[in-house]
């Protein structure tokens, strides 16, 4: 059997189908292929503009059949290409001739390896997930989570009525998204949640620290404090009645599984943890939920071999091209390898897979027409909008700092269960940002890192709650 196209897109994640659609638009007579796993594909809706880098979305799973008109599906399996020669074979033997073919295979989940108790080891790779998986969780007692990402972190705050272990490798929570002060500002948010919040007082504290203060806490913190750094106890934070009755997440830092052995008796789970200072700790478990992040995922051949990156990505270049002629590449399963924007990096998020996958549709339909286009500006800074703990998140720039060797200052302000701001600083600009909580800074801070503005001159009232920073700026 044999197909034919413009247009074959491979994977039906965010990034395929954003590709998919792009090229929807911009190339609307052209014939468009959607090749993927499975009839169930990833979409974006609610798209909502919070500022002009960032967009708060939501991911929707969808039926191929409901996807915009233009574009036919298969669904099957990529096996092999040949991009000297323009066509692609599945695992059902269709070959399918292209003239521009996309790779959007995403990545596949860094599953815990262990023999013979796989079915209670559990792998998720979104938030979608999550609902399935209190449906499996109905009748167990003890879960143990893995990995300290977005999803380990929603996990932990949605997992009610069972004991949850949260095993991560770092001195403290969410260690993918934030840093320590905001993980103990969700911390103690998640203590109180359900309390009688309006009488408490509410307290704002800002702090300035240099880079070398930063890490001499953290150095701190690795010889065993409970919640983080120290310095954070110098807010008003650390108060509170943490050890409210409400079962929180027993969270084991630094520390990672040694050896699982399943019981006989019920096939509990009877696992080995270990912790930095090589101490060991044994607990038990009738699940384990193991959220540690993805690899590409290239299960399949090609005539030339595509140039993959370090992680293990396929490298592409502003237009998202990899090095095989008219293949392209978007999404997690591609390694950026351009010269990226001073204020811009890549990490794996669905706002990139959107971001890359729309590009890469655009890049190939500009191709095709014989036009020129320009690498899309979301790519001069980075952006994400996110939710934690019940609390909106805004990451902008180098917001930890990523990047910026020791040469930064940190700027918090942090209002116990309202916000937490942190502004990165180098020589008196603006860097990078962490919002958390409804702040209204986003497109200041867009603005403030884009033009570099100075903001020596205004020292630490840039955080004064007191002083409205965007009318600083107006
Ligand atoms: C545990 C976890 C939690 C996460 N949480 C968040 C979060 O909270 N927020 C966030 O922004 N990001 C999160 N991410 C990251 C986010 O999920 C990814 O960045 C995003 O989904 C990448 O989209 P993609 O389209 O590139 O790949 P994917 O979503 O992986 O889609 C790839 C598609 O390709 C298909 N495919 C693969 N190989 C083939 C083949 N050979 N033939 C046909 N089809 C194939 C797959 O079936 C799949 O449909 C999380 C990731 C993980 C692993
Ligand atoms: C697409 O096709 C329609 C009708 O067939 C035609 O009017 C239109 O000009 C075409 N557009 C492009 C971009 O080729
Ligand atoms: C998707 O829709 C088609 C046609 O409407 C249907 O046959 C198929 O079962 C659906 N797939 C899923 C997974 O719901
Ligand atoms: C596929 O590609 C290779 C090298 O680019 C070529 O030599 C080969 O003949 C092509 N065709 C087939 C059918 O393998
Ligand atoms: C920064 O640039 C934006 C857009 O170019 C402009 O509207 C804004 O006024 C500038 N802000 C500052 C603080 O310079």
């Not at 491979?10 to 993927?36: F, M, P, Q």
């Not at 074979?89 to 108790?117: E, Q």
């Amino acid at each position: 059997m044999s197909r034919e196209c413009t247009f074959l897109v491979v994977g039906g994640g965010i990034a395929g189908v954003s590709c998919a659609e792009a090229l929807a638009i911009c190339a609307s007579n052209a014939s468009i292929l959607l090749l993927t796993e499975s009839s169930i594909v990833k979409s974006v809706t609610n798209l909502v503009p919070v500022a002009r880098y960032l967009h708060k979305f939501d991911v929707r799973e969808t039926n191929v059949t409901d996807l915009s008109a233009g574009i036919t599906t298969i669904v099957d399996q990529l096996e092999h290409i040949n991009s000297s020669e323009h066509w692609a074979r599945t695992k059902t033997g269709i070959i399918i001739k292209y003239r521009y073919i996309c790779l959007c295979t995403g990545g596949a989940p860094k599953l815990f390896n262990a023999a013979k108790c796989e079915e209670r080891i559990i792998g998720i790779r979104d938030t979608d997930s999550v609902l399935e998986l209190q449906r499996r969780l109905a009748s167990a007692k003890d879960v143990l989570i893995l990995g300290n990402g977005g999803i380990a972190s929603e996990l932990a705050h949605e997992l009610h009525d069972v004991n949850v272990h949260w095993v991560i490798k770092d001195a403290h929570i969410s260690a993918t998204f934030v840093d320590p002060g905001a993980a103990e500002f969700f911390q103690l948010a998640k203590s109180e949640t359900g309390e009688e919040l309006g009488a408490a007082a509410v307290t704002t504290a800002i702090k300035r620290m240099r880079y070398s203060e930063e890490e001499q806490l953290q150095q701190q913190s690795k010889r065993g404090a409970a919640l983080g750094p120290d310095w954070h106890r110098n807010f008003d934070l650390a108060g509170g009645d943490a050890a409210s009755s409400r079962r929180l997440p027993k969270v084991y830092y630094k520390s990672h599984i040694k050896h699982i052995e399943q019981l006989p008796i019920d096939g509990t789970l009877q696992v080995t943890l270990k912790h930095e200072d090589d101490s060991q700790e044994q607990l038990n478990c009738d699940f384990i939920v193991s959220a540690t992040g993805v690899q590409p995922r290239l299960d399949f051949t090609t005539d030339v071999p595509l140039q993959l990156a370090e992680d293990g990505g396929i490298n592409v270049d502003e237009m998202m091209r990899s090095n095989l002629c008219d293949v392209y590449a978007a999404g997690d399963v591609c390694t950026s390898a351009w010269d990226p924007a001073q204020h811009w990096f890549q990490m794996r998020l669905w706002t990139q897979a959107r971001q890359m996958g729309a590009m890469a549709g655009r890049s190939m339909a500009a191709q095709f027409e014989g036009e020129t286009v320009y690498q899309d500006f979301c790519f001069e800074l980075f952006g994400h909008v996110t939710q934690l703990f019940g609390f909106p998140v805004v990451l902008l720039g180098r917001f930890n700092g990523q990047g910026l060797g020791r040469d930064y200052e940190l700027l918090v302000r942090c209002t116990r269960n309202k916000e937490y701001i942190k502004f990165v600083l180098q020589q008196g600009r603006l860097r990078g940002a962490i919002l958390i909580g409804d702040t209204d800074l986003a497109e200041t801070c867009e603005n403030l890192i884009l033009n570099g503005t100075d903001l020596e001159p205004y020292g630490d009232d840039i955080l004064n709650p007191n002083i409205d920073i965007e009318d600083y700026f107006d």
